[in-house]
């Protein structure tokens, strides 16, 4: 069949291929704006997901937390609950960096995970490894180490490098690895000044004071202070200033010049209230309290302590209502207040035990030791001295693990850099390779001598511990003012001397005495007058007594003598020495012979423990006091015998 050529049809033909070109045109155009509506709802996703790695600078902590709190309580999408968590972290960081965040913490990471946001995973486990190294706890996370390293390098010239140097940095602060740690603060400066991080400049330089002041470099802390403020731009910045001005505080108060530290701690305080901050108030007025107290000014500071103490009981903050009392009861005691000091520890106590704060449990029994001891309690004294000395030891291996843990982080984070260095190299040259593994073997050797300069360190403060220990021991067994056995010391020695005499069948007296008219001195002539007598009278008991036979303080003015295979007429030639010698003592200003009581007994049948023998000797001194003084009167329920010296 021939075609034949029809005009018409070929423009028909024609006419639908140019619509269809033109459909096409419309459909790649549609596609194309399609696409860059899509990228523009990326872009503000990607916006919204930027990690904020610092609260902003006119930011309230407090304000902020709560706001977060309540944001979480409600259906968030997982971008939102992301930028959610990460403000409460921050200002929770803020407010207290030992604060243990590990949950919100770790459901940021699985958030980040999930959405594939690497970067934002980076900078949550940045945080984590500071909350976990602040808190002795890196072992939760074995890989944690590993992977900041990892973001380190992955995200170089970012607010993730300068997190990074800066938690690094901290580490070796705490290990005493000034040199080092300064160089990390200086890189990560450098890294913050370029990519304009102004308010980690401004963490840096604070941390560098506090390093400088703790190597005792005061003028360069204060001039980082000041290079810190300088940084300060805009208005409602009261935080950061704050801080600042608690920080130069803490500095002058260090170097002694507690005016200037109490005018930079008002300050602060103007500051926090300023921001409503409840807790660097509460903070700030304790240490303006404590600025009178150490300037004398004992009123003022005791005051102080009373509103924060009260504050502190309404709104059931119990970690500061124990601080509060615990200088209120230092105050107490300083002005021989001594029942107040003591009722008022005693209400504390529990609160301190149920927050379990090593610290306050420690200045609680410190406190009631010394109270005790002024009270003439010695038993009671030397039991809360002995816990005392207890949660010291445990305080100070607490602080000796926790030093060395930091040390070994520090060691894991340069031995993570180091493997990292090692297989980049490997992959270029079998040779690098080589060299880079003795590297790793000497890297290896000097982590085991440090590991076992440690160790050395480590045991050196044990030795010194355990000599501290004893040195205290010996202290709450010995009467501080004439160097004799206390109470409990010459007691225990006595039950040990009554054993022998009841395995041995050996004699065995005591002589309990009491000085004469002793309060009088006291009155007439002063307590260091009757200090002086108390002294005359041990020195002169040592002379006379031999090294077999007990002395000690059992009392104000009581003494108790103990003479071990003597019978009771050997015992009263002895005590008979002992008043000639005491009676021809001089101490002026007293003008009159000096003379003692005594009350004597033995052991016996019925006189066979430290109870009967004590209560026998007892009896018989009331009867020496209660006859006229002066005079030695042996027990009735021994040998009866009294004796006048003239």
Request: aromatic letters at 10%.
């Amino acid at each position: 069949m021939q075609l034949q050529y029809s005009p018409v049809k070929y423009l028909s033909i024609v006419e639908r291929a140019d619509n269809l070109q033109i459909f096409g045109y419309f459909l790649l155009l549609g596609i194309f704006i399609l696409f860059l509506f899509v990228g523009s709802l990326q872009a503000k996703d990607n916006s919204e997901i930027t990690p904020h790695h610092s609260i902003r600078l006119d930011s309230d902590p407090i304000k902020l937390i709560e706001q977060s709190e309540q944001q979480l309580q409600q259906p968030q999408k997982d971008i939102e609950r992301i930028n959610t968590l990460n403000s409460l972290i921050m200002a929770k960081l803020e407010l207290s960096p030992d604060i243990n965040l590990t949950q919100p913490i770790n459901q940021a990471i699985t958030l980040s995970s999930k959405l594939e946001l690497a970067e934002f995973q980076c900078h949550f486990k940045l945080v984590k490894y500071r909350v976990l190294s602040s808190n002795n706890a890196l072992d939760e996370d074995n890989n944690l180490i590993a992977d900041i390293v990892d973001c380190a390098k992955r995200y170089e010239a970012t607010y993730i490098e300068v997190l990074y140097l800066l938690f690094y940095a901290d580490s070796l602060i705490a290990q005493r690895n000034y040199s080092q740690a300064a160089e990390l603060y200086i890189k990560a400066f450098t890294v913050a000044e370029t990519i304009d991080l102004v308010r980690y400049k401004r963490i840096i330089l604070m941390r560098m004071a506090h390093m400088n002041n703790n190597m005792n470099n005061i003028e360069e802390a204060h001039a980082n202070v000041e290079r810190a403020i300088a940084t300060l731009t805009g208005k409602n910045q009261f935080h950061d200033l704050s801080l600042i001005y608690m920080s130069k505080a803490y500095f002058y108060e260090s170097e002694r010049k507690f005016d200037s530290a109490e005018k930079y701690y008002k300050e602060a305080l103007t500051l926090a209230t300023a921001y409503k901050n409840i807790k660097n108030m509460h903070y700030l007025k304790g240490k303006i309290a404590y600025m009178d107290e150490l300037k004398g000014n004992i009123e003022a500071a005791l005051k102080t302590y009373l509103e924060l103490y009260q504050e502190a009981f309404d709104k059931n903050y119990i970690d500061r209502q124990v601080l509060a009392g615990i200088a209120i009861a230092n105050i107490y005691y300083k002005q021989r207040k001594y029942e107040q000091a003591l009722t008022l520890i005693n209400e504390i106590e529990e609160k301190a035990f149920k927050i379990e704060d090593q610290y306050s449990i420690s200045q609680i029994y410190k406190a009631k030791s010394n109270i005790f001891e002024k009270k003439v309690e010695w038993k009671k004294a030397y039991f809360q001295l002995k816990e005392w000395i207890q949660i010291q030891h445990e305080i100070y291996q607490n602080s000796s693990e926790k030093d060395l843990n930091q040390l070994l982080y520090a060691f894991e984070i340069s031995r993570q850099e180091n493997e990292n260095t090692l297989l980049k190299q490997k992959e270029e040259s079998q040779a690098i390779e080589i060299k880079q593994h003795k590297t790793q073997q000497h890297l290896f050797l000097a982590m085991i001598s440090l590991f076992i300069l440690s160790v050395i360190y480590l045991l050196h403060h044990a030795v010194q511990q355990r000599k501290v220990q004893k040195k205290l021991a010996k202290l709450a067994l010995t009467d501080e003012l004439t160097g004799s056995s206390n109470r409990r010391d010459v007691l225990q020695k006595l039950e040990d001397e009554i054993s022998r005499a009841q395995r041995y069948q050996h004699s065995l007296t005591i002589a309990i005495i009491d000085l004469d008219y002793f309060k009088k001195i006291n009155d007439n002539f002063g307590h260091e007058t009757g200090d002086k007598v108390l002294i005359a009278f041990a020195k002169i008991c040592k002379q006379n007594l031999r090294a077999s036979d007990l002395m000690g303080r059992v009392g104000g003015e009581e003494w108790l003598l103990a003479f071990p295979h003597t019978t009771i007429h050997e015992t009263v030639d002895i005590i008979s020495r002992i008043q000639a010698d005491f009676r021809e003592k001089t101490i002026p200003p007293i003008d009159y012979p000096l003379t003692f009581s005594v009350g004597v007994t033995n052991y016996h049948d019925n006189a066979a423990t430290i109870t009967a023998m004590t209560k026998n000797a007892d009896e018989a001194l009331y009867e020496a006091k209660n006859s006229g003084r002066n005079k030695i009167v042996v027990s009735a329920k021994s040998h009866h015998l009294q004796i006048n010296v003239a």
